[in-house]
């Protein structure tokens, strides 16, 4: 082994020891040195009509929490693309205090079987709160279109509403909007060590309308939920569930509901259908309704009402955004001393002392070290004789961008790119007519549309761009732009395409082996409040295989514009400066354009004029896709590192755009909502 070779495996080692020593310290923090037991179960979803599956869950059971010495439980309920794991920050800081706390997957995400269409949808929608719609005023209108898009237009509408709203004349109904929520709270209730008597609800986002959904099954009853918390959840009036009953035939009540309503909330439209949270959302019949008080005395962070009686009403405005409310210490605070006092038991310890946001950047940097450790890994590989024809000189400086005409395609690259970002991602979301049999991911379905868009437009100008290159000197045809072999420049090579992706098959199975082992010794992923990397399920495995494919296309022809055909001088500077000068050139044509939607949806939006998105273009462009914006650019960013490194080590793209691909679609079928 020779000394660059011994250097890459103690880097490699080095990286992969970090990333396991700081998943052991977050598992430290996960289980509050000990004080904490977490376990992992299943709930059998089946039924004498279906053949379900089961519901996954996370259990956190206090030390002292036994079958002679009960504690109270607490339901967590996650968001929409999210997972239980979302909701460790609720989970460890209850538990930390006393509570028996259950985190599930919901319907359609992380390992629960039951898709999201197990939820049920209607052919009609609102755009107001439900209780204020009417025919009449247009508020009450008729959907079509996948059953994508008609379950994503019925996440507000609830199966305990009305059969106006919950049921359709085409026999379609709202059959579960509890997402499994309903089967787990009976199980949590059931536990030997969980005071049945003394329980509690929370969800975040698509969480809040299960949360509601729970509640209301349950009320009147013995377990009834004695505390409410919602993170960004809707209101609604009560004549849209006026005829209802519970599961027990009670009329249905809420019992002391805590609202954590988000300063600069993406999702302000679809839940309170105006721009921005201000005071206006506060004074308002409906939340007036809700608080137990006049209008003219609705206030932010009072309670109102009586835990006695559940009658506790509190809206807390939050200075954070609609994602980031999982974690935000304020809220989590106030909700601590609310399950407090409407469960009837006491924090011992301060609510502001919080932990679980070290276990978040723990796992954060064993991601990073993770996907780190690629590079080194594949340096080795490389000098092994059957990866080592990857490696390949550059195509010659003719070929090179200089000045103005670099920038002149750097600025129409980023501009195509951002300003088709909001409109194909979200027809490819909701609207795209894809075999909803095969591609069953919906956020996977949105990049699916901005991807196929572009990578015709890459297409047309590979081959415009290819005629004109053939008239200049030097032209290298495949292997100028990076796709081809320096032996055979003008043949595409397929090969070097199939040991490549062997390369990357060895470098993504090694993420994945971390992955398994964090999860089988830490019970933990590698992620950042947000799922990214999760071992799969078999049926998850194989929507994998299904995005992957457009994925590596598009990341080809992305990386072969990007890398090859607007190289500069700096692609070719060796060292530390050389990479820095290309990886800068790099990243903002990869992130360029959405960085310009980001400034487009966010500026206007700390103006307190509204999302960009919803202001310009209406309200059908806002929502999950600009909001994954910043999970998104600081992702390409990694992968601009990734694919910057590749190509300078191995004069084409496919090794770098294979295994960003590989991780890209990784991330949107690992976890997040699956139809």
């Given at each position: 082994?020779?000394?660059?070779?011994?250097?890459?495996?103690?880097?490699?080692?080095?990286?992969?020891?970090?990333?396991?020593?700081?998943?052991?310290?977050?598992?430290?923090?996960?289980?509050?040195?000990?004080?904490?037991?977490?376990?992992?179960?299943?709930?059998?979803?089946?039924?004498?009509?279906?053949?379900?599956?089961?519901?996954?869950?996370?259990?956190?059971?206090?030390?002292?929490?036994?079958?002679?010495?009960?504690?109270?439980?607490?339901?967590?309920?996650?968001?929409?693309?999210?997972?239980?794991?979302?909701?460790?920050?609720?989970?460890?800081?209850?538990?930390?205090?006393?509570?028996?706390?259950?985190?599930?997957?919901?319907?359609?995400?992380?390992?629960?079987?039951?898709?999201?269409?197990?939820?049920?949808?209607?052919?009609?929608?609102?755009k107001v709160n439900f209780g204020e719609d009417s025919v009449e005023a247009g508020t009450y209108r008729k959907t079509g279109g996948t059953v994508r898009y008609r379950i994503m237009m019925n996440f507000s509408n609830l199966s305990f509403f009305n059969d106006y709203y919950s049921k359709d004349e085409d026999g379609n109904a709202i059959t579960d909007s509890s997402c499994g929520g309903i089967a787990a709270y009976a199980v949590l209730a059931a536990m030997d060590n969980v005071d049945s008597t003394k329980l509690g609800i929370s969800g975040h986002s698509m969480g809040t309308w299960a949360g509601w959904s729970v509640a209301a099954a349950y009320a009147g009853s013995e377990i009834e939920p004695k505390a409410t918390v919602l993170q960004c959840g809707e209101l609604f009036r009560e004549s849209a569930y006026n005829e209802?009953?519970?599961?027990?035939?009670?009329?249905?009540?809420?019992?002391?509901?805590?609202?954590?309503?988000?300063?600069?909330?993406?999702?302000?439209?679809?839940?309170?259908?105006?721009?921005?949270?201000?005071?206006?959302?506060?004074?308002?019949?409906?939340?007036?309704?809700?608080?137990?008080?006049?209008?003219?005395?609705?206030?932010?962070?009072?309670?109102?009402?009586?835990?006695?009686?559940?009658?506790?009403?509190?809206?807390?405005?939050?200075?954070?955004?609609?994602?980031l409310t999982t974690h935000n210490a304020q809220g989590l605070s106030v909700a601590l001393d609310w399950f407090a006092k409407a469960l009837g038991y006491e924090n011992t310890i301060p609510t502001d002392d919080q932990i679980a946001m070290g276990k978040e950047w723990l796992v954060l940097l064993a991601m990073l070290l993770t996907v780190g450790a690629?590079?080194?890994?594949?340096?080795?590989?490389?000098?092994?004789?059957?990866?080592?024809?990857?490696?390949?000189?550059?195509?010659?400086?003719?070929?090179?961008?200089?000045?103005?005409?670099?920038?002149?395609?750097?600025?129409?690259?980023?501009?195509?790119?951002?300003?088709?970002y909001p409109f194909m991602t979200q027809l490819g979301h909701a609207l795209l007519p894809l075999p909803e049999g095969i591609f069953r991911m919906t956020v996977g379905n949105g990049f699916v549309g901005w991807y196929s868009l572009l990578i015709l437009i890459m297409l047309g100008?590979?081959?415009f761009g290819w005629k004109k290159a053939k008239q200049k000197d030097g032209f290298e045809a495949y292997y100028g732009i990076g796709l081809g072999t320096a032996e055979k420049k003008e043949k595409m090579g397929w090969g070097l395409l199939g040991r490549s992706a062997l390369l990357v098959l060895c470098l993504v199975g090694m993420v994945y082996l971390v992955v398994t082992l964090?999860?089988?010794?830490?019970?933990?992923?590698?992620?950042?409040?947000?799922?990214?990397?999760?071992?799969?399920?078999?049926?998850?495995?194989?929507?994998?295989?299904?995005?992957?494919?457009?994925?590596?296309?598009?990341?080809?022809?992305?990386?072969?514009?990007?890398?090859?055909?607007?190289?500069?001088?700096?692609?070719?500077?060796?060292?530390?400066?050389?990479?820095?000068?290309?990886?800068?050139?790099?990243?903002?044509?990869?992130?360029?354009?959405?960085?310009?939607?980001v400034l487009i949806e966010y500026i206007p939006f700390f103006l307190n004029i509204g999302p960009g998105a919803d202001v310009l273009f209406g309200s059908t462009f806002g929502g999950p896709f600009m909001s994954l914006l910043i999970l998104f650019v600081p992702q390409v960013l990694?992968?601009?590192?990734?694919?910057?490194?590749?190509?300078?080590?191995?004069?084409?793209?496919?090794?770098?755009?294979?295994?960003?691909a590989s991780l890209a679609a990784w991330i949107v079928t690992g976890g997040s909502s699956m139809l």
């Open positions: 082994m020779n000394k660059a070779s011994r250097r890459n495996l103690i880097v490699l080692l080095a990286l992969l020891v970090g990333a396991f020593a700081a998943l052991a310290w977050a598992n430290a923090i996960r289980h509050a040195d000990g004080s904490i037991e977490i376990t992992h179960g299943v709930i059998d979803a089946n039924t004498n009509e279906k053949h379900l599956g089961s519901i996954y869950y996370d259990l956190y059971v206090p030390k002292g929490a036994t079958a002679q010495n009960k504690a109270p439980g607490v339901l967590l309920l996650h968001g929409y693309q999210n997972d239980h794991e979302t909701n460790a920050a609720y989970a460890i800081e209850l538990a930390r205090r006393g509570v028996v706390v259950m985190s599930i997957d919901e319907y359609g995400h992380g390992r629960t079987e039951p898709g999201l269409k197990e939820r049920g949808y209607v052919n009609h929608s609102v209802s009953k519970s599961l027990f035939g009670a009329p249905i009540t809420f019992n002391n509901v805590l609202l954590l309503q988000a300063k600069w909330d993406e999702f302000s439209y679809f839940r309170d259908y105006k721009k921005v949270v201000d005071d206006s959302v506060l004074h308002s019949e409906l939340r007036a309704e809700f608080l137990g008080t006049e209008v003219a005395k609705t206030a932010w962070n009072t309670t109102f009402g009586d835990f006695a009686d559940g009658s506790a009403r509190r809206m807390e405005l939050l200075y954070t955004n609609h994602r690629i590079l080194p890994l594949a340096a080795l590989l490389l000098e092994t004789p059957f990866f080592k024809p990857i490696r390949q000189p550059l195509p010659s400086k003719a070929g090179i961008k200089k000045g103005g005409a670099w920038w002149k395609a750097a600025v129409i690259t980023m501009l195509l790119a951002g300003f088709t100008t590979t081959v964090a999860g089988a010794f830490f019970g933990l992923d590698l992620r950042f409040i947000w799922p990214f990397f999760k071992t799969f399920t078999w049926t998850r495995l194989g929507q994998f295989c299904v995005y992957l494919p457009i994925f590596a296309l598009f990341f080809i022809l992305n990386n072969s514009k990007i890398m090859a055909s607007q190289r500069t001088l700096a692609t070719y500077t060796p060292g530390a400066k050389g990479f820095f000068g290309n990886w800068w050139r790099n990243a903002l044509l990869m992130v360029g354009g959405v960085l310009i939607i990694v992968f601009s590192v990734i694919c910057t490194y590749f190509y300078r080590k191995t004069g084409s793209v496919y090794v770098g755009a294979l295994t960003v």
